[in-house]
């Protein structure tokens, strides 16, 4: 079985504070996703990356970055948290065919006071 | 016009009845479509795949995809009380890259 882990399932900051969030995969997938997950917006894309090293830019990349130095760890950082990044973060691998579904994490809480 | 559009909710429907979930999707190229069932602060988790036109069951659940239409839906048959949850449409198009719908929050009433 696929494992995605995430290192926090809860996480309270303050504002302005530089915050990290790691996943971590089993599998050896080349693709992993960073999603927020907000009441009535949905899952929205943040950043993805196909490879080591590589990203790209989701739907809502705006006051966050990536890192990927290694396969099984995709990181989130939010360089100076804000109250409207308050949200659930929901890490996703999958494999690198079209067919392959995404298995996520089970998602940090993150609230900024 | 959002690249995935579900059915807005709630969609409410009585224990033993069958439940009908309605998605369509923009992009022609979509090549794989998928559907996740998401309790209440939790993560999502796959029910069902479908790559090809026409009906897949497995279980209670069958999956429907029509590429002519760009729909695809989800049956659940002989709902319960655990079956309530928010399920989540989300079609591929590049290789592992999904685009989710907003989801339809299901309850089944006992």
């Known amino acids: 079985d696929v494992k995605v882990t995430q290192s926090s399932r809860y996480l309270v900051k303050r504002t302005g504070e530089k915050v990290f969030l790691e996943c971590v995969q089993d599998m050896d997938h080349e693709n992993m996703f960073w999603y927020r997950q907000d009441p009535g917006l949905g899952l929205r894309l943040i950043y993805f990356s196909y490879d080591v090293k590589m990203k790209e830019k989701g739907d809502i990349p705006e006051g966050y970055s990536v890192s990927r130095e290694k396969k099984e760890r995709f990181s989130l950082i939010l360089e100076s948290a804000s109250t409207n990044q308050t949200s659930m973060y929901l890490c996703?691998?999958?494999?690198?065919?079209?067919?392959?579904?995404?298995?996520f994490g089970p998602g940090t809480r993150l609230l900024v006071l | 016009q959002k690249e995935v559009e579900q059915n807005s909710g709630p969609l409410s429907v009585p224990e033993g009845a069958i439940a009908s979930l309605n998605c369509t999707y923009s992009d022609r190229g979509s090549q794989s479509f998928f559907w996740y069932r998401q309790y209440s602060g939790k993560s999502p988790e796959l029910i069902m795949f479908?790559?090809?036109?026409g009906d897949k069951e497995d279980g209670r659940f069958t999956a429907q995809l029509n590429k002519a239409s760009q729909y695809v839906s989800l049956l659940i048959r002989d709902s319960q009380p655990s079956d309530s949850a928010t399920y989540l449409c989300?079609?591929?198009?590049?290789?592992?890259?999904?685009?989710f719908g907003d989801g339809t929050t299901l309850t089944v009433k006992p």
């Open positions: 989300a079609v591929n198009t590049n290789a592992g890259k999904s685009t």
């Open positions: 996703a691998s999958v494999g690198s065919g079209a067919q392959e579904t995404q298995y």
């Open positions: 479908i790559y090809s036109n």
